[in-house]
């Protein structure tokens, strides 16, 4: 059953959503050569606290961790460690916020300092893909016209649509109904209406689709080692269009700023 929310519960997503940005600024500014990621995690789990907030992710089904970072070949559900940035990384960093019971998710692929050519257009390809995405998140589409924007903009550039990891309804809970595949036909599954709040989320590879599993049974990376990237939004569904609660009011990344 997909929860349609109520305009209030969208504003309290919204004010969830803010806390998240302002989180991924942060750790945008922090993430140079040789911080841990054990301190990225620990940097975002006080501030959101401070916010008034909760790390939606800390004790959810056991995981951990207030952040899932995912460096370079890995593409979800990373477990903060030891491992220190170092130029050239793409690091995934993976963030929901619990704010007066209401659940904001976000992600964002930073690179460290200079990246590859390669890496750059992975990037910008899987922003592209999002934005796509949620372009369709409008009443009267399907869930699966989502997916089907996704996998054109990340196929078309060469790269592709990891398939078992899909994005996701969110709001009184992490994970609702529906399920949001990055790939498929168009028009099918259930009707998009408004209220309805959805996490969008290209994972996407520069080699090949399938993943691995790691024995810490949580991070999961591409079997061919290629570079992973991971964008995500939460996204209201309204009859102005889709309204994205999880928005920048200006570049997450340090360096992009004018
Ligand atoms: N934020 C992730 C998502 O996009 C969920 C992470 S679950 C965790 O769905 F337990 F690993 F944090
Ligand atoms: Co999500």
Redesign the pocket.
């Known amino acids: 059953m997909i929860i349609r929310k109520s305009q209030a519960e969208i504003e309290g997503m919204a004010r969830a959503g803010e806390i998240v940005v302002d989180t991924l600024a942060i750790i945008g500014d922090e993430l140079r050569p040789g911080i841990s990621m054990i301190d990225l995690d620990r940097l975002a789990e006080e501030y959101i606290r401070e916010r008034g907030g909760v790390p ?3 004790g ?2 056991g ?1 951990p ?1 207030t952040l ?1 970072i995912s460096p370079n070949a890995m593409i ?2 990373g477990i903060p460690t030891e491992y220190r940035a170092k130029e050239g990384d793409v690091i995934s960093v ?3 916020v619990t704010l007066d019971g209401l659940v904001a ?1 976000s ?1 964002y692929t930073f690179g460290v300092g200079e990246i590859s050519a390669d890496a750059e257009r992975l990037l910008d390809v899987c922003q592209e893909a999002l934005a796509a995405g949620i372009e369709q998140a409008r009443v009267g589409r399907h869930v699966s016209d989502i997916g089907h924007a996704v996998q054109t903009v990340v196929e078309g550039a060469g790269f592709s649509v990891v398939r078992s990891l899909v ?2 309804g969110v709001g009184r809970a ?2 609702e109904d529906p399920q949001i595949p990055n790939f498929g036909a168009p028009a099918r599954g259930p009707e998009l209406l408004p209220g309805m709040t959805l ?1 969008i ?1 290209p994972m996407i590879n520069a080699g090949g689709p399938d993943v691995v599993m790691h024995a810490d049974e ?1 991070s999961i990376s591409s079997a061919d080692g290629s570079l992973s990237a991971h964008f ?1 939004h939460t996204v209201a569904v309204t009859e102005d269009g889709p309204r994205v609660l999880t928005a920048a009011k200006r570049p997450v990344q340090a360096g992009l700023l004018p």
């Open positions: 939606t992710s800390k959810y089904r995981y961790a899932c979800v559900h993976d963030i929901g998710d992600a994005g996701h992490y994970h996490a989320e949580w995500e």
